[in-house]
């Protein structure tokens, strides 16, 4: 059985080497620059930016999935939960945790009034489509994911590193 809770501040460390996981399973570690201090700075802080879930199995601490979101705010639907990242840890998968993760979450979005979750996957990870086409998602074609890292913004906008 799975138990499923809202994230505390000791949970980083777990979650962050699930984050660390999730980026090696999508073969890019070197693009993880958070950290576990600036996990607990944003989730804990005055003015918390994120929320999170994590799952275990009853009877143990050990924190086998993850689920980490905030609102954000469409101006054609509203509030609407976005889910940054959902993880369960490779050797739970296929094996129903993910269910009941990604179904709190879904709850969580009802409890907030929000009209509707978003979220993003991997054009090349099937076993994630496939999964979320079990809830009759609606993926999207046609947008582009557009990032711009501070160090460009400082560079573009003329501001010193200091």
């Not at 399973?25 to 804990?44: C, H, R, W």
């Not at 509203?78 to 959902?86: F, I, Q």
């Amino acid at each position: 059985m799975y138990i499923v809770r809202e994230g505390k501040r000791e949970d980083i460390p777990q979650v962050f080497a699930l984050i660390q996981e999730l980026a090696l399973y999508e073969k890019a570690p070197e693009q993880v620059t958070n950290s576990i201090e600036l996990m607990l700075k944003d989730g804990f802080g005055p003015e918390p930016v994120y929320g999170f879930f994590v799952l275990t199995k009853a009877g143990s601490e050990s924190i086998i999935g993850t689920a980490i979101y905030y609102y954000r705010y469409s101006t054609w639907k509203g509030k609407r939960l976005y889910l940054e990242d959902y993880i369960i840890t490779e050797l739970e998968r296929g094996k129903g945790a993910g269910k009941v993760l990604f179904e709190r979450v879904m709850k969580k979005s009802l409890e907030e009034n929000c009209t509707g979750m978003m979220w993003q996957v991997l054009d090349w990870n099937e076993p994630a489509i496939n999964f979320y086409n079990k809830y009759q998602t609606e993926m999207e074609s046609g947008w582009l994911n557009c990032h711009l890292q501070s160090q460009n913004i400082k560079q573009i906008l003329g501001h010193s590193e200091a």
